[in-house]
């Protein structure tokens, strides 16, 4: 994304300066660059200006100390804003924070440089991702800091657009459209992106969730954007209005129509969503069960043993089984296990193999079981599979994660990272990806599979219910994180997904949370972490989709294109500008020399 170069680094805010004609070329130096100028109605920068400009200036090495020294309230003020908006996702849920964070930024980065405003960003990125992402202290902290810090470069970009584009007219749109660009690169790159922390994510259970039936995550992430600069708007008419003598003349030059209207509609808005119909009413159903097998700790070591956690599986389902015959429990129609169910592939391991169809023939139903395979022909790889598991013909169907996590579940640039980062040999085998959505036919449903992680990305998600699921599951182990916040951030994935695509979703977690989602979003049941558990519910099975369905991912890239385009021109009109003021200066000087 393009912005001007920023020369005002010894610049502080403050009233225009009068300039001193006989250097103004000194002062067309010290200008803001393209793009960079403040808007007319907010203060702005300025900097030593005539022949001794300069060497006023500090050397390019002691540049980012002192643009710390002379930004430290702004900073502080930005840094607060970013725990906060951490604070507005799970495990707080404190949703009306995500806005009122949007609108911080907006008014910390109004009359700033590009290279202020992305210091203010990063600023602001880093104490959010620590907050949302202090999960993964279980890895290490220096793991939660290093990606924090590459989440937060996202934030510094989106920073420095936002002081960029804050002169133009509408800004406050282009601003929401800023915050989509940032999630939209966000969720791409590097390594296939990380899309954790989208706006859309705190709002699964605010007014603005209805939203997503239209235009999925990124117009809810738009809308609550919208909704936060706006409110920053009416914040700065408001300060205009304070220094206006309350008459009909001074309401109208401060702006005080602005105030009401920007607040009437940032509330618009916001409760907009209220108008979305979100469809509910179920084609057909099925009746489930969701086994909870628990593992033998939290953490790194979940595993335990060989077998542990399929024999977890195995044993929870025999006692559902040992209850349907009894009579204390009906005969679901398929049982749902999550993610490495089976830690040893049950193609090759016959042990597994033995267990698997154990449980299978005695509870009678199809099992969607979650295993880790062997790659069939690339040695060395090993692929983390979906596979339904008949109790007449055993294994059939299956789907493989098309996502796998970096470092996680594969090491990119394994041979070098691996001999500086030791612990990176934890991963022993890289996951090979899955080429294609994951609808299987499991008993009397057509179900739509998604791996974990993999429900954080909207193109799987859809291509999966536009593929033909009728319902969706989420095989997930969250053994690792457990306890930590993470499990509850990927829930609210789950329920915002429901109300995207009009699905029922459930998610099936080998130490929990393992819930049922309905259409509308509500967690119908849901287990606690850390224990043996199965759910059964009747599953509401749909063939229709929604509008986020049909337009895809047209409203991100309309939003995001709209906030790229509204940089790029903003910088352009600043690049005009400065060389108008540089002309006008040098006619100036010509003018007085010739008057001397």
Known sequence: MPSGPDTTDATTSGPPAREDRT??????????????????????????????ADSARPPRAGRPTALVRREWRRTALAALAGIALGLAFPPYGVWPLSPAAVAALSLLTRGRTARQGAWTGFALGLPFFFVLLKWL??????????????????????????????RLPLWPLWAACLWVAEEWARDRVPFGGFPWGRLAFA??????????ALGGAPLVTFAVALAGTLVAAAALAARRLRHEPRTAAGLARAGGVPVAGSLALAAAVTVGGYAVPVHTEADDTADIAVVQGN?????????????????????ATLQLAERVRS????????VIWPENASDLDPYRNAEARARIEEAVRAVGVPILVGALVDHPTKEGYVENQGIVWDPESGPGASYTKQHPVPFGEYVPFRDQLSRIVTRLQRVPRDFYPGDHAGVLQVGPAR???????????DEIVRDTVNDGARALVVQTNNATYGRTGQPEQQLVMSKLRAVE???????????GISAVVAPDGTVVQETDEFTQDVLTARLPLRDGTTLADRVGAG?????????????????????RARGTRGAQGREDVQAEGQQQ
């Open 23 to 52: 250097g103004a070329s000194a002062a067309a130096d010290t200008a803001p660059g393209p793009g960079e100028e403040p808007a007319a109605d907010d203060p702005a920068p300025t900097g030593p200006t005539g022949p001794g």
């Open 203 to 212: 709002n699964a259970d605010s007014p603005f969730t209805p939203l997503a």
């Open 501 to 511: 695509h009009g699905r029922a979703v459930v998610t099936a977690a080998t130490s």
């Open 137 to 166: 202290h279980v890895i290490g902290w220096d793991v939660t800091v290093g990606l924090s810090v590459i989440q937060a470069v996202f934030l510094a970009g989106l920073g420095s657009a936002l002081a960029v584009t804050a």
């Open 327 to 334: 009579g204390e429990t009906a005969r679901p129609d398929l």
């Open 295 to 315: 593992v033998q700790q939290a953490g790194m070591d979940f595993l335990g043993r060989p077998m542990m956690i399929l024999d977890n599986h195995v044993e």
């Open 447 to 457: 179900l739509g599979d998604v791996i974990c992680f993999e429900v954080a990305y």
């Open 555 to 575: 409203p991100e890239w309309t939003f995001a294109v709209g906030g790229v385009l509204a940089w790029v021109a903003a910088g352009v009109l600043g690049r």
